[in-house]
């Protein structure tokens, strides 16, 4: 990781496959260990590579400006003023932001009411101790996250009008408005509160009205926007509402909706990008791996 960092110290925004040669060249790689493939064809340092973006990243030290590429950060300059001599994750662990991420590569559990700040979290197994299978699920849970803190970055970044359409593909993928019924994208200026609307049914007897607010991490939605969301279900004579954001909600705007009469379901951003994660909205497969194990009924069968 701190050759990356190195590397980036000039401040110019680098494609990543540019600052893995180079990082490849400051380690005195030769063709042969560039070479070197996973068993899925990957080759093993540009995984590493891309695995050392991620984490440097979730640290914020080094942003992704444009697609494809990193930059380091104010917080990238400092560490490297700081003149360590190794970056690793041991190190990252003083940034809040990376022990976010990191917990989250834990198990999450909730209590089945859909509020998140209910779930816990259980720490990987160690190293020492795990079996094949536990590794690979830690391994798919520390992926798991940080694709899902990078899709947070990418929607907070999109214009309202393309972010109020993504709702609609991640409330599709997971089934509403299936076959008999449909999802329409009503967002506009003078859009009366309502950015969409969700229709079960071929008559529209049973639908579900939607808002979407993109908002930075540190803007959480106040109880103010959730009341003028259920005026505007009142307008259009409906008790239903789904209100989706970027960022999180306020107590008080939490507290409001459980003693509604309208049914108000909320979603943050980290949920959302899960939801994203979970309905492969946003998100493509990489990799498959196999585990095998002995089959004892064939050889009894011998």
């Known amino acids: 990781m701190l050759p990356t960092l190195r590397l980036l110290a000039d401040g110019q ?135 899902e803190s990078e899709l947070l970055d990418r929607l907070r970044a999109l214009d309202p009008t393309a972010f109020e359409r993504l709702v609609l593909n991640v409330l599709t993928g997971m089934g509403y408005g299936g076959k008999s019924g449909a999802v329409e994208h009503t967002g506009k200026i003078g859009d009366g509160g309502i950015d969409g609307l969700i229709r079960q049914d071929p008559l529209g007897l049973d639908r579900i009205y939607m808002q979407a607010k993109r908002y930075s991490a540190e803007n959480p939605v106040g109880r103010p926007a959730i009341q003028g969301f259920v005026g505007a279900l009142h307008g259009q004579q409906a008790d239903r509402g789904v209100f989706i954001t970027t960022s999180t909600y306020s107590r008080e705007a939490v507290e409001y909706t459980r003693f509604l009469r309208e049914r108000i379901v909320l979603i943050d951003g980290r949920e959302l990008a899960r939801l994203m994660v979970l309905n492969n909205v946003g998100v493509q497969d990489q990799s498959t791996f196999v585990l095998k194990r002995l089959d004892e009924d064939y050889f009894e069968s011998l």
């Open 13 to 147: 925004t680098r494609p990543w496959r540019e600052v893995a040669a180079k990082v490849a060249d400051a380690l005195g790689l030769n063709d042969e260990d560039r070479a070197e493939a996973l068993p899925n064809g990957k080759l093993v340092f540009e995984n590493r590579q891309a695995w050392a973006l991620t984490h440097l990243g979730q640290a914020g030290l080094i942003s992704r400006p444009v697609r494809g590429s990193a930059a380091i950060t104010a917080a990238g300059q400092a560490a490297l003023g700081e003149r360590p001599d190794r970056v690793d994750m041991s190190y990252l662990q003083r940034y809040p932001a990376y022990q976010e991420f990191r917990a989250r590569r834990g198990t999450r559990s909730s209590d089945g009411d859909g509020d998140a700040s209910t779930d816990t979290v259980t720490p990987p197994p160690d190293d020492h101790e795990a079996t094949p299978e536990d590794l690979m699920s830690a391994a798919e849970r520390e992926n798991r996250a940080g694709v």
